[in-house]
């Protein structure tokens, strides 16, 4: 029998109008976290009577457990009630008046190791009842414990003392009356607060009710075993996820694990990348729940940015949390959870290529550009993604046929130990380089980089199952069969003589070409030299030992303007027919400067071809001039 009759005034403990001031104000930056935090703390009371209710029979009754929303729009009042535990006189004096005391972790850690399991209580540190005061002015608390027949009413406003008095004819549980801040009688509208829950409470495991309306009737599937499940569940949760009511996802991920620590998670990947419609960068992320109540809505952390487009939903009973629950207090767990997430996506799209590669190549279509990324970013699973890239190449009819690096390597000639590849503007810009002919001509595979994206992804790979990734357009390119064992300084300069003894000398009049035209491109050029790897065409350009390939300087430049950019070699192929023509002038002084003008256009001709062209208006002007030359040579004359 409560004794107590009248009404008692207490003071907060600490510094309470400064902590008040923090926990509301600064602690949670969001007004609506404070809904969340009285939700659950209301679920943490449903738990706790559950719990004690499966053990002692004589308390159970027949009324349904759930939580109420009570707007009151006219005198600017939000009721949140359950019918939960409820709190006795002490209890509301240990658990609301003393900061950061909390009720429910007592409660866990008096409980023993079976019924934790049995327990599910979020509200540890005890200062969620405290967001109250983010949205309210005072705060009225009606409670009548399980143990007791008379309840109590709690009130404060916030600023250092609250009152504590007993109240008749309350039903068992707990009422918080939030008597709303004048600029903030919004959340007493019922589509607001709709809203609100919906967000953040969608999945507390007690019916939530607004008037008269279930609020929260989205099922937590991703608790229940996958062989009970339907794809039509799958489904329509996804279309809660993405907010879509029609799409399906394009495949799914079910995932749950106990052990070293427990989370559930349900992955979705969407039909169409909404970044190639030009909808800009994806800014969605994973909703985080922690024991069903939701902690991040878009958490972008819990995979790699080069999964973004993936929907999902990961909860866990493990997640330390802090006071304000928007960030993590330990990153231990939640960088284990992504570790896990990560693999499990990506194995499960190596699933996909032996399953169907041509699905797999659908869905590559789609999210290969994000996919792609992870090879700069993610070392750890660099060689799982380089297994997943995919190229069009010259073997190929068109650029939608695309090959992986492993198939590549296994159409490939035992004796190459290089990955070759060719950057440009477009496929068929890419067909027509002249530094393919030696390729088409020896039947060797080249990989097709339209997109200038490709071109980092390959430079930053590197090596790919013991083979290193080359630009055609590099001096480094071997061909197989060619030497490659590394020789000491001795051996390279003896076999350097001696493959010059055998290598035919060059014409008196080819030198004589050679030597004008790097006269003409000294600033342009490094070299002017004869080429072992044309067939037809007149010329190319190739970069330098150590140089990075032509596309991926022009990628880089773009975006810094004051990019070293380094010079390339100008190879000249002896057999064309332009060049042979060149060394029948090269012995007429007064053809010098023509054969200069020449190599010049050679040069932007070349230039062009790998998508680096040079002033427009020199190349027409020389293009111009060469033109009026060859018309005042032709002879009016008809034959």
């Known amino acids: 029998m409560n ?19 923090l926990l509301s104000h600064s602690l949670y930056q969001n007004r609506e976290i404070a809904i969340r935090e009285l939700i ?9 009577y559950r719990f004690i209710s499966l053990t002692d029979e004589s308390i159970k009754d027949d009324n349904p457990l759930e939580i109420r929303l009570e707007p009151d729009t006219e005198n600017r009042i939000l009721g949140i009630c359950d019918n939960g535990v409820g709190m006795t006189h002490a209890e509301l004096i240990e658990n609301i008046g003393t900061i950061a005391h909390s009720g429910s972790l007592d409660f866990l850690k008096n409980a023993s190791g079976d019924e934790k399991e049995e327990v599910s209580l979020i509200g540890k540190f005890g200062v969620g009842f405290y967001s ?10 009606f409670t009548r414990s399980y143990q007791e027949e008379t309840g109590w009413k709690w009130e404060s406003d916030g600023t250092g003392s609250f009152t504590i008095e007993p ?19 919004e959340f007493t509208n019922d589509t607001r607060l709709k809203f609100i829950l919906n967000k953040y409470s969608t999945f507390v495991p007690y019916p939530i009710k607004l008037g008269e309306e279930l609020v929260n009737d989205q099922p937590p599937i991703w608790l229940e075993p996958k062989t009970q499940l339907t794809q ?36 979705y990947c969407p039909q169409t990348n909404l970044e ?40 866990s009973a493990d997640l330390p949390l802090n006071i304000s629950r928007e960030s993590l207090q330990d990153n231990t767990i939640f960088r284990k959870i992504q570790k896990v997430l990560t693999k499990r996506v990506l194995s499960h799209l190596a699933s996909m290529v032996k399953d169907s590669e041509e699905n797999y190549l659908d869905f590559y279509r789609q999210f290969g550009s994000s996919l792609r990324e992870g090879i700069g970013t993610d070392f ?25 690096l492993e198939a590549y390597l296994e159409r490939a000639d035992e004796s190459q130990k290089q990955i070759y590849y060719l950057g440009g503007n477009d496929y068929n810009t890419i067909a027509k380089n002249p530094n393919l002919e030696i390729f088409r001509k020896k039947g060797i595979e080249v990989l097709y980089l339209p997109d200038p994206m490709d071109e980092i992804v390959l430079s930053n790979l590197a090596n790919f199952e013991d083979h290193t990734i080359i630009s055609i357009d590099s001096s480094e390119v071997k061909l197989p069969g060619e030497s490659e064992k590394t020789e000491t300084d001795s051996e390279s300069e003896e076999n350097s003589e001696t493959k010059a003894e055998q290598q035919e000398p060059l014409s008196p009049e080819f030198e004589k070409v050679l030597s004008l035209i790097q006269e003409e491109l000294k600033d342009e050029v490094e070299s002017v030299t004869k080429s072992d790897r044309l067939t037809d065409s007149p010329c190319c350009l190739v970069m330098p030992e150590g140089a990075i390939s032509s596309q991926l300087q022009k990628v880089l430049s773009m975006n810094n303007k004051d990019f070293p950019t380094t010079k390339r070699i100008l190879e000249i192929n002896p057999d064309a027919e332009l060049v042979k023509r060149l060394c029948t002038l090269s012995s007429n002084a007064d053809q010098h400067a023509f054969i200069k003008q020449c190599g010049r256009q050679l040069f932007w001709n070349a230039s062009l071809m790998t998508g680096i062209a040079t002033s427009p208006e020199e190349i027409t002007a020389n293009i111009q001039t060469m033109m009026e030359e060859l018309a005042e040579k032709r002879s009016p004359i008809i034959t």
């Open 3 to 21: 004794e107590k009759t009248t009404s008692e005034k207490f003071t907060f403990q600490a510094e309470i109008k400064k902590l008040l001031d």
């Open 40 to 48: 659950s703390n209301a679920s943490d009371a449903l738990d706790k």
């Open 132 to 141: 109250a005061f983010m949205l309210a002015d005072k705060v009225e608390v």
């Open 167 to 185: 109240q008749e004819d309350l039903e068992r549980g707990t009422s918080i009356r939030l008597h709303l801040r004048k600029e903030l009688d």
């Open 232 to 267: 039509e569940q799958y489904d329509g949760f996804y279309q809660y996820l993405a907010h879509n009511g029609e799409e399906q996802a394009r495949w799914h991920l079910h995932l749950s694990s106990d052990s070293p620590f427990q989370f559930h998670s349900i992955l």
């Open 276 to 315: 190639l419609m030009g909808f800009g960068r994806t800014e969605h992320g994973i909703s985080l729940c922690a024991k069903r109540i939701l902690v991040q809505n878009d958490n972008r952390d819990l995979l790699p940015e080069y999964l973004r487009f993936v929907y999902g939903l990961v909860d």
């Open 380 to 404: 750890e699973n660099r060689d799982a993604l380089a297994k997943l890239l995919r190229f069009p190449s010259s073997q190929g009819t068109s650029e939608n046929e695309l090959v992986s």
